[in-house]
């Protein structure tokens, strides 16, 4: 199931008490009631999406999530669908997640899968990719 995802004012407040007060993520996670994880979830999308405080302050809540997060594509309509195979081999890399492997993605297809539908086609795909081991009766 999906994560709600913050509301713009706490993702903006996270941003300021990161760049502009110079805060860690357990003392921005505190001061807002969130966890860290959530922090560095925000401040890694930011950087990822090579933005500063000065362009958070004058971007509109709504070019900020579409940064952030993408846009929102209309129901109905196919989205570009991940290489599963090639983000299961990404994934056994030192330091490569999820999280960093829908970044690109999104880079790639902008209109693309929202991070956890992504992380669920890549669920099912490594659930139908499990192995098994078949015994034979008779066979020791």
Sequence with gaps: MA?????????????RLKWKL???????????????????????????A?????????????????RLYGT????GVERPRPDLA?????LRRVGVTLELLHLEYLQE????YGYSRFCE??????KSRRLTMVTVQGWV
């Excluded at 090579?50 to 579409?66: F, H, I, R, Y």
């Excluded at 090639?86 to 990404?90: A, C, Q």
Aim: aromatic letters at 2%; a positive charge; charged letters at 35%.
């Design 109 to 112: 297809h902008p209109d693309g």
């Design 22 to 48: 110079g805060k860690s993520h357990r003392e921005t996670a505190r001061s807002l009631g969130i966890s860290a994880g959530a922090v560095g979830g925000t401040v890694s999308r930011a950087n990822h």
């Design 50 to 66: 090579k933005l500063g405080w000065k362009d958070v302050e004058q971007l509109s809540d709504e070019a900020l999530q579409a």
């Design 3 to 15: 994560r709600k995802r913050l509301p713009m004012r706490k993702i903006r407040e996270i941003l």
């Design 86 to 90: 090639k983000i299961d081999i990404e």
């Design 121 to 126: 086609l890549h669920r099912e795909w490594r």
């Design 72 to 75: 929102p594509g209309p129901h």
